[in-house]
């Protein structure tokens, strides 16, 4: 079945440090990609998004591409703050195929911890 | 809008006893689902509902059920509840339209089987 990969935890960065968070999927078709967001004692918050391949996904300085060739959507941004610290989830969607059910599949998580 | 609510927010229960976690919404959305979510594991989807009175089950649906009488309410029913169901739970809704992607979260029930 299909399934979402996303590089172990926690990461740990300076402020204004550059971020990637590895992520890779398997899926059958062309299903969409998401990165979410759950800060601390909260709901998880869509953050990015990208429905077909090569499209870039960027929202507050965070960017992801879809790459159809590798199959992944790393998540990057140039220079973290200290209010970025939290959970980042990678996820597919079978948002794209025939009958869809928006059903979700996340990977494991990657904390991100950003130091002053 | 207050967009996902649910209740309890936290719970303890002892094993072999039920509960039934409460979700709704005021969206208007057709989809909506519940997921739990165990540490280091990321979120697994247990059940889900793609319009009232129309149910399916997800990745990890045993020891649950679901009903969906309303577009609005979507409540999670345990039955003897086991330690293996210790986890926090998170309800999401999505409208389902065609350019409509985003699945909103409640901030979640953290329950404790002991």
């Known amino acids: 079945g299909d399934s979402v990969t996303q590089m172990e935890g926690p990461v740990t960065l300076s402020e204004e440090a550059f971020l990637t968070i590895n992520c890779t999927y398997t899926?059958?078709?062309?299903?969409?990609l998401f990165w979410y967001v759950q800060y601390p004692g909260e709901g998880l918050q869509l953050l990015l998004k990208a429905t077909k391949a090569d499209d870039k996904g960027s929202n507050k300085g965070f960017e992801a591409t879809y790459r159809k060739e590798t199959t992944s959507f790393h998540l990057e941004k140039g220079s973290v703050q200290v209010s970025d610290s939290a959970v980042y989830f990678c996820?597919?969607?079978?948002?794209?195929?025939?009958?869809?059910?928006?059903?979700?599949?996340f990977g494991t998580g990657t904390l991100l911890a950003v130091q002053p | 809008n207050a967009g996902v609510t649910q209740t309890p927010k936290f719970r303890i229960l002892k094993i072999g006893q039920s509960m039934t976690l409460q979700c709704t919404q005021d969206?208007?959305?057709?989809?909506m689902y519940w997921y739990r979510q165990d540490p280091g594991m990321g979120l697994k989807l247990i059940y889900y509902s793609v319009g009232a009175g129309i149910t399916d089950k997800g990745e990890v649906p045993n020891g649950y059920n679901v009903s969906r009488s309303t577009t609005e309410d979507f409540p999670l029913r345990l039955e003897l509840a086991a330690p293996s169901q210790t986890s926090v739970y998170f309800c999401?809704?999505?409208?389902?339209?065609?350019?409509?992607?985003?699945?909103?979260f409640g901030p979640g029930t953290r329950l404790t089987v002991t």
């Open positions: 996820a597919l969607s079978d948002r794209s195929y025939g009958g869809a059910t928006n059903k979700l599949i």
């Open positions: 969206m208007n959305h057709n989809y």
């Open positions: 899926a059958t078709g062309y299903p969409s």
């Open positions: 999401a809704s999505i409208f389902g339209g065609p350019e409509d992607y985003e699945q909103y």
